[in-house]
């Protein structure tokens, strides 16, 4: 699922970054074509494992070349830090197929954690360079957001830090400790960013709430045996609380935005599905903490609010994305 709304979303940028034509028509379906055939594969567990491997494995390949290809042609160098995301992304879930297949022992969790990881970054990132921009833009008032460069810097130093201790090395002590360092650093980031007037904008507050559940998440990996909590509700905080919301937020403005809709009007429904989510995370990573014998309770209710969520993004945005442009531009 991540890979998909990245890969969409990086599709559209890219395009708007280089000026350069990305994937759209058959060759855009082509692609699609290959992520839906892997994922039809998966139903029929491991007996067809090297199949949907190989259709996966080409799909990422074909985006790797789809998004490099302008980058390279006019020379965009600086957007290399995203490519070479997607890159290991690749790797990793070659090592997850590997894994799977028996092939590999640590396979199946280099490419499970480590693509969450990645992904995490990837958001850091892409959130660092749109966010305080949709900011600016969407309060309605004069606004001078604060970043720093050394935490910039620092951010990316320690993520990578804390996927290969983590990850490879496997030394949960050394993780705890960057993980509390980039809770801090993201904290500072979070604090630079906020202005009153995003409490008004569902797209902008489910943006700001979504990076506070990353920020979260890596407060709990730094204190989960400290607190004697499961580590595994940090990377519901990154997944349930980080992904999930962010990628609602970011296809409810996109949607709008490059179809010629006014992004200051969205369906009053979304909001609905943006608080749902946001419930549906206190649901699967706070309360267990503290009420962990109805920890099934708690899953079933977050899978429930997570599925009516993006229902209802579907029925309120499915007349605006398959009909052409309303301003008559192309796409």
Same mark, same amino acid.
């Given at each position: 699922?991540?890979?998909?709304?990245?890969?969409?979303?990086?599709?559209?940028?890219? #395009?708007? /970054?280089?000026?350069?034509?990305?994937?759209?028509? %058959?060759?855009? @379906?082509?692609?699609?074509?290959? /992520?839906?055939?892997?994922?039809?594969?998966?139903?029929? $567990?491991?007996?067809?494992?090297?199949?949907?491997?190989?259709?996966?494995?080409?799909?990422?390949?074909?985006?790797?070349?789809?998004?490099?290809?302008?980058?390279?042609?006019?020379?965009? /160098? #600086?957007?290399?830090?995203?490519?070479?995301?997607?890159?290991?992304?690749?790797?990793?879930?070659?090592?997850?197929?590997?894994?799977?297949?028996?092939?590999?022992?640590?396979?199946?969790?280099?490419?499970?954690?480590?693509?969450?990881? @990645?992904?995490?970054?990837?958001?850091?990132?892409?959130?660092?360079?749109?966010?305080?921009?949709?900011?600016? $833009? $969407?309060?309605?008032? %004069?606004?001078?957001?604060?970043?720093? #460069? +050394?935490?910039?810097?620092?951010?990316?130093?320690?993520?990578?830090?804390?996927? !290969?201790?983590?990850?490879?090395?496997?030394?949960?002590?050394?993780?705890?400790?960057?993980?509390?360092?980039?809770?801090?650093?993201?904290?500072?980031?979070?604090?630079?960013?906020?202005?009153?007037?995003?409490? *008004? *904008?569902?797209? @902008? +507050?489910?943006?700001?709430?979504?990076?506070?559940?990353?920020?979260?998440?890596? @407060?709990?990996?730094?204190?989960? &045996?400290?607190?004697?909590?499961?580590?595994?509700?940090?990377?519901?905080?990154?997944?349930?609380?980080?992904?999930?919301?962010?990628?609602?937020?970011?296809?409810?403005?996109?949607?709008?935005?490059?179809?010629?809709? &006014?992004?200051?009007? %969205?369906? *009053?429904?979304?909001?609905?599905?943006? !608080?749902?989510?946001?419930?549906? $995370?206190?649901?699967?990573?706070?309360? %267990?903490?503290? &009420?962990? &014998?109805?920890?099934?309770?708690?899953?079933?209710?977050?899978?429930?609010? +997570?599925?009516?969520?993006?229902?209802?993004?579907?029925?309120?945005?499915?007349?605006?994305?398959? *009909?052409?442009?309303?301003?008559?531009?192309?796409?």
């Amino acid at each position: 699922y991540s890979l998909a709304v990245i890969s969409g979303f990086l599709l559209t940028a890219v #395009k708007n /970054w280089t000026g350069v034509q990305t994937l759209h028509g %058959p060759w855009l @379906l082509g692609l699609f074509i290959l /992520w839906v055939i892997a994922r039809i594969l998966f139903l029929f $567990g491991t007996s067809l494992i090297f199949v949907a491997a190989l259709f996966d494995m080409l799909f990422m390949l074909c985006l790797i070349f789809a998004i490099a290809s302008p980058i390279i042609k006019v020379r965009q /160098w #600086k957007q290399l830090a995203i490519l070479s995301k997607i890159v290991l992304l690749t790797i990793g879930n070659g090592l997850f197929y590997l894994g799977a297949a028996g092939l590999l022992e640590q396979g199946v969790y280099w490419g499970i954690y480590g693509g969450l990881i @990645l992904i995490i970054a990837l958001i850091l990132t892409l959130g660092r360079r749109v966010i305080p921009f949709f900011i600016q $833009g $969407g309060v309605g008032y %004069p606004v001078q957001l604060v970043n720093y #460069k +050394w935490i910039d810097r620092s951010s990316l130093v320690l993520l990578l830090a804390f996927f !290969i201790v983590f990850v490879f090395v496997g030394n949960k002590q050394i993780s705890a400790i960057i993980s509390l360092a980039l809770f801090f650093i993201t904290t500072i980031r979070l604090f630079g960013w906020h202005t009153p007037g995003i409490w *008004k *904008k569902p797209l @902008l +507050w489910s943006l700001f709430i979504a990076f506070i559940f990353i920020d979260l998440g890596f @407060l709990l990996f730094a204190v989960s &045996d400290l607190l004697k909590i499961p580590t595994m509700l940090a990377f519901h905080a990154f997944s349930y609380g980080g992904i999930g919301i962010v990628t609602l937020g970011m296809m409810s403005r996109v949607s709008l935005g490059h179809t010629g809709r &006014d992004i200051q009007s %969205p369906p *009053k429904a979304i909001t609905l599905s943006f !608080i749902l989510l946001v419930v549906g $995370g206190v649901c699967r990573v706070f309360l %267990p903490i503290f &009420d962990m &014998d109805h920890y099934v309770t708690w899953i079933l209710l977050s899978q429930i609010f +997570w599925a009516v969520a993006y229902l209802i993004f579907v029925i309120s945005y499915a007349h605006i994305l398959i *009909k052409p442009r309303i301003d008559g531009q192309f796409g």
